[in-house]
């Protein structure tokens, strides 16, 4: 792959590799993919660069055994040293990511964040709280809105928070669809003051262990808070999309409105998260993304008069007085 500085003056990466980074979009997030195949040329290259990174380094740690998480994690710490620094590196993910930092100015607070979050999957972190909750939902998720925003571009630093709130409600549904792996794996991200508000103060106590009716009911509710929180922060990401380029903003909304879906879905199974993963089909996928389409077409107007150019982004958004939205906002 030659040294790190090799392919600094432009796109030149070889179409094997570029294949590689598509690939793992396609095989850990179909809805993902679907949405990134909206972005045209250059800009989805970046974007599978990034997406790839990140999947690399949450299976590092996901895969990794316990005992070796905390070096797998002090592993990947060095790799954005190396990342950040430039150096010559035989590792095209490394060179790949050298060269998108340095392009979008991309701030080390967003991947030092995110790879705290994995930490927090690594230590076991009782969620107590819901801002621990949200704590996480921003490092592992909202983190990675702020690093698109830099690599799609926005009209203006305002929309990063947006970017945020996307990724914050994004990660919420998540965690409402995945309730049940997540339950037989020892892991419970709904917070316990949740839990406790509807009568479900015993359940981080039963990880793993069959539910009676009364703790179904209580997760159930629980469910729903979280998907109906997630709403608010779709609502705000909602405002931002102006702010991006007009086919940036198609393929964002188009994600939107999938992963929005699959709260729809966990929804109409009355909240009840061990019926069985809620997931969207693909003819629901393409559906979804004639909407999104039709939302941009009602935009020409407005991105007609007003042309899309980057923004500089010098300031680095910060948990949580940038990121939060509070009760009185809502």
């Not at 793992?24 to 989805?44: M, V």
């Not at 919420?172 to 509807?198: Q, S």
Request: net charge neutral; charged share 25%.
């Amino acid at each position: 792959c030659g040294a790190g500085g090799s392919r600094r003056g432009g796109d030149v990466m070889p179409k094997q590799e570029k294949q590689v980074f598509r690939d793992t979009i396609q095989h850990h997030s179909k809805s993902f993919s679907f949405a990134s195949s909206l972005i045209p040329g250059d800009a989805r290259r970046h974007v599978e660069v990034l997406y790839t990174w990140c999947r690399r380094a949450d299976d590092a740690i996901d895969l990794a055994p316990p005992e070796a998480q905390d070096d797998a994690l002090a592993g990947l710490r060095a790799e954005l040293d190396l990342i950040y620094e430039g150096g010559p590196s035989d590792d095209a993910m490394v060179v790949a990511m050298q060269d998108l930092v340095r392009r979008f100015q991309i701030p080390r607070t967003y991947p030092d964040e995110l790879l705290e979050g994995m930490a927090m999957d690594a230590r076991g972190v009782a969620y107590t709280e819901m801002d621990t909750l949200l704590l996480y939902c921003y490092r592992v998720a909202g983190t990675v809105g702020l690093m698109m925003s830099h690599v799609l571009g926005v009209r203006e630093p305002e929309a990063l928070q947006n970017a945020v709130h996307l990724g914050i409600a994004m990660q919420l549904t998540n965690i409402c669809r995945d309730v049940r792996e997540d339950w037989a794996r020892g892991r419970l991200y709904i917070p316990h003051d949740l839990l406790e508000k509807h009568g479900g103060r015993a359940l981080p106590a039963q990880l793993g262990a069959a539910l009676s009716l009364q703790f179904q009911d209580a997760l159930a509710k629980s469910v729903r808070d979280l998907l109906d929180l997630a709403d608010v922060y779709y609502a705000s990401a909602d405002t931002g999309l102006r702010g991006l380029s007009w086919r940036a903003a198609l393929a964002v909304r188009a994600a939107r409105y999938i992963y929005a879906e699959i709260g729809a879905e966990v929804r109409k199974k009355n909240y009840d998260v061990f019926r069985g993963r809620a997931y969207v089909p693909k003819s629901r996928k393409y559906a979804l993304g004639l909407k999104a389409l039709g939302a941009a077409v009602l935009e020409v107007p407005f991105r007609t008069v007003n042309r899309f150019s980057r923004a500089p982004l010098s300031k680095a958004l910060h948990f949580p007085g940038d990121v939060l939205i509070l009760e009185s906002d809502g």
